[in-house]
């Protein structure tokens, strides 16, 4: 051990010294290093307010263009019209992250096409109700446009990500990593 250290300290040894002092410096920079820590979901973009018209007596369908001669109740949901203009943006969040989502959030929106042109948007809504999204189980999260672009159109997908908060670059790179070695450690003890 001692030779070791003397070769460390000693005059010599260069290529030694240099790597040391390498795995130190980036010890030290994981260690402090922090960066915005922001939650990936897959977003799409849906009309914001809904209209609905429904039948308002006991009849069918004469004519028209969605199946003459079905026959319709009162109340029947006969179509939906959604204005342009008003937009939510619904986000499927994993959830081994939906803990870290919260109402007032901030975030950006990327659309596939308009990739461009980063979007705000603001988290309104973590709802409790999960879907299968890619095998994985997902919590539905709503987030209003304060800026609406003309290009825009219900229907369009694309990436969002919500901003969490300040965390360390180490923390961010190993967190999933580190998540499933306690659920399986978990799951393996007696």
Same mark, same amino acid.
């Given at each position: 051990m001692r030779e070791q250290l003397t070769r460390l300290l000693g005059p010599a040894y260069l290529g030694r010294k240099f790597i040391v002092r390498l795995v130190l410096a980036v010890a030290a920079f994981l260690t402090f290093a922090t960066?915005?820590?922001?939650?990936?979901?897959?977003?799409?973009?849906?009309?914001?307010?809904?209209?609905?018209?429904?039948?308002?007596?006991?009849?069918?369908?004469?004519?028209?263009?969605?199946?003459?001669?079905?026959?319709?109740? %009162? &109340?029947? *949901?006969?179509?939906?019209?959604? +204005?342009?203009?008003?937009?939510?943006?619904?986000?499927?969040?994993?959830?081994?992250?939906i803990d870290d989502v919260?109402?007032?959030? %901030? &975030?950006? *929106?990327?659309?596939?096409?308009? +990739?461009?042109?980063?979007?705000?948007i603001d988290v309104t809504l973590v709802t409790p109700v999960t879907s299968v999204v890619d095998g994985r189980n997902a919590f539905r999260v709503e987030a209003s446009l304060p800026e609406v672009r003309d290009r825009l159109r219900p229907g369009m997908h694309g990436i969002g990500k919500i901003a969490v908060g300040e965390r360390r670059l180490i923390w961010i790179w190993t967190r999933t990593f580190v998540q499933w070695v306690r659920l399986k450690l978990w799951a393996w003890w007696p």
């Open positions: 960066a915005e820590y922001c939650i990936t979901a897959n977003a799409t973009l849906e009309g914001g307010e809904l209209c609905s018209l429904v039948a308002p007596i006991n009849r069918y369908i004469e004519t028209a263009q969605v199946r003459a001669g079905e026959p319709v109740s %009162a &109340g029947d *949901l006969l179509f939906e019209l959604v +204005p342009l203009g008003r937009y939510r943006v619904q986000l499927s969040v994993d959830e081994r992250d919260a109402f007032g959030q %901030a &975030g950006a *929106l990327v659309l596939g096409a308009l +990739p461009q042109v980063p979007l705000s």
